[in-house]
């Protein structure tokens, strides 16, 4: 079974940056189509941005298109999300994430609910 450790969360300053990473329990991580959800209080878990399955293809949603960068890096198992000019709406806790099959990317991050395995979460909060 996969297991998702995430990293890199934190309190940054609004404008600031964080990088998080996901690393991978086994050298699997490729096959599936991964990424990195959020959950902020009250609110559903939504999709941040995803991979394919062996990394062509990625989907940002709105909110974060030309601030967020996700890449992963298969010889190290681990997926990762650049976050840079940081808002107080993106607090929340961030999850990475992996599904089976060959659903489309964006179809990945649009519904988290089909995501297979989860991390345990990290904290990222914005706040001056």
């Known amino acids: 079974q996969l297991q998702l450790v995430e990293s890199g969360g934190g309190l940054v300053q609004p404008g600031g940056s964080l990088r998080l990473s996901c690393a991978a329990s086994?050298?699997?991580?490729?096959?599936?189509?991964i990424g990195w959800f959020r959950q902020a209080p009250g609110k559903e878990r939504e999709g941040v941005s995803c991979?394919?399955?062996?990394?062509?293809?990625?989907y940002y949603a709105d909110s974060v298109k030309g601030r967020f960068t996700i890449s992963s890096d298969n010889a190290k198992n681990t997926m990762y999300l650049q976050m840079n000019s940081l808002k107080p709406e993106d607090t929340a806790v961030y999850y990475c994430g992996a599904r089976l099959g060959s659903a489309a990317v964006q179809t990945v991050c649009e519904y988290p609910v089909n995501v297979r395995y989860w991390g345990q979460g990290t904290q990222v909060t914005v706040s001056s």
């Open positions: 991979i394919s399955r062996g990394g062509g293809t990625t």
């Open positions: 086994d050298s699997t991580l490729e096959y599936y189509a």
